[in-house]
């Protein structure tokens, strides 16, 4: 065995320096769900900077220092507060906004959010199951991006009004009727908080044929 590490030396200590660097400096994220659609599809892998708002003890939340405060709009990996699932979303709350949802219509502090440039589509929800969806940009609350309605499932489109407490966050998927988000798991404390997703490394169509989708390389979020 001690001539075995001898040997392998090497390869152990690349393997101990990757293993910090992903759990303190940066990271990728496969996404195994559609809770993000449009913004990140199914088998998309996303690079995720672990140095955007602290730096932590690797495998803990323990933050060592703070080294940036998260913003509405930054699409955030996390540890779910109900079952520790790692989870992305979208944070569009801060700590003492007001956040209220009627009839899919987000509000952040009584204003409304916009949208527009809708378009109609079919969208796939599970193997072999497609629904008739609506796609807008919402802005008005935050930075403009893409969000998705589905039309005939069940969804919680309405809720609150209410207020975020200091050091936790409010996140929704862009996939509105299609996410377990703070809708469901409550509001994010910022210890959970892993990183900020930037951009998609690599993508296949996990859905389709696996093939690789060349085009969504190096795609901003």
């Known amino acids: 065995m001690k001539r075995w590490l001898i040997d392998n030396r090497g390869f152990l200590i690349f393997l101990a320096c990757l293993g910090v660097f992903r759990t303190a400096v940066a990271d990728w994220n496969p996404i195994p769900s559609g809770s993000?659609?449009?913004?990140?599809?199914e088998g998309d892998v996303v690079l995720v900077n672990r140095l955007a708002y602290?730096?932590?003890?690797?495998l803990t939340d323990v933050?060592?220092?703070?080294?940036?405060?998260p913003e509405r709009g930054d699409i955030v990996t996390f540890t779910s507060p109900t079952d520790g699932t790692r989870l992305i979303k979208r944070l569009v709350a801060l700590p003492g906004d007001l956040v209220e949802m009627k009839n899919e219509v987000l509000s952040i502090n009584h204003q409304s959010a916009q949208y527009s440039e809708s378009s109609a589509l079919i969208e796939p929800v599970a193997p072999g199951m497609d629904v008739?969806?609506?796609?807008?940009t919402e802005s008005g609350?935050?930075?403009?991006?893409?969000?998705?309605?589905?039309?005939?499932?069940?969804?919680?489109?309405?809720?609150g009004p209410v207020v975020v407490p200091a050091a936790h966050y409010f996140m929704l998927g862009d996939n509105r009727d299609n996410s377990a988000d703070s809708r469901f798991i409550g509001f994010v404390p910022r210890e959970r908080l892993i990183g900020r997703a930037g951009?998609?490394?690599?993508s296949a169509d996990?859905?389709?044929?696996?093939?690789?989708?060349?085009?969504?390389?190096?795609h901003p979020l």
């Open 36 to 41: 993000m659609r449009p913004t990140i599809l």
């Open 141 to 159: 609350v935050g930075k403009a991006h893409a969000v998705q309605f589905l039309h005939g499932v069940d969804a919680r489109r309405d809720f």
């Open 199 to 202: 951009h998609v490394l690599v």
């Open 63 to 69: 933050s060592l220092a703070t080294l940036g405060e």
């Open 132 to 136: 008739p969806a609506t796609r807008a």
């Open 54 to 58: 602290d730096l932590k003890v690797p």
């Open 206 to 218: 996990i859905l389709g044929n696996w093939m690789p989708r060349f085009e969504r390389i190096g």
